[in-house]
C-alpha cells in the first residue's frame, strides 16, 4: 500500500506562485508515473499535469508555461510549480501516482489540497 502526503496549498493573488509537493510512502514497489489533478467546484476532476518515470511531461493546455512539474525518484515525491496563477486555477489539488508491480498497475490517489486564486 502507498500513502501520499499533499503540501504546498493555500491563497494566492492572482499572478503569484505557490508550489505544491506529493511524498509517497509505505510499500513502493516501482513508481511509473506521477502527477496532479484539480477539481474546481461543479466540475470534473481534469488532468494537470503528469510526468513518467523517465522524465517525459505532459501539460494541460491551460497550464502550459506557467506550470512545471518534476520529481525526485530518491524521495519520491512530485512537485507542481505554479506561476502566473489565474482564478481559473482555483481548485483541489490532487496527486495521483501510478506504480506497477509485476506488470500490473496500481493507481493511488492524495488527500487532496486546495489552491485558491483570489485578490
Known amino acids: 500500500q502507498v500513502q501520499l502526503v499533499e503540501s504546498g496549498g493555500g491563497l494566492v493573488e492572482p499572478g503569484g506562485s505557490l508550489r505544491l509537493s506529493c511524498a509517497a510512502s509505505?510499500?513502493?514497489?516501482?513508481?511509473?508515473?506521477m502527477g496532479w489533478y484539480r477539481q474546481a467546484p461543479g466540475k470534473e476532476r481534469e488532468l494537470v499535469a503528469l510526468i513518467t518515470s523517465g522524465g517525459s511531461t505532459n501539460y494541460a493546455d491551460s497550464v502550459k508555461g506557467r506550470f512545471t512539474i518534476s520529481r525526485d525518484n530518491a524521495k519520491n515525491t512530485v512537485y507542481l510549480q505554479m506561476n502566473s496563477l489565474k482564478s481559473e486555477d482555483t481548485g483541489v489539488y490532487y496527486c495521483?501516482?501510478?506504480?506497477?508491480?509485476?506488470?500490473?498497475?496500481?493507481?493511488?490517489w492524495g488527500q487532496g489540497t486546495q489552491v485558491t486564486v483570489s485578490s
Open positions: 509505505g510499500s513502493i514497489f516501482s513508481i511509473n508515473a
Open positions: 495521483k501516482v501510478v506504480e506497477a508491480r509485476r506488470g500490473v498497475p496500481y493507481y493511488y
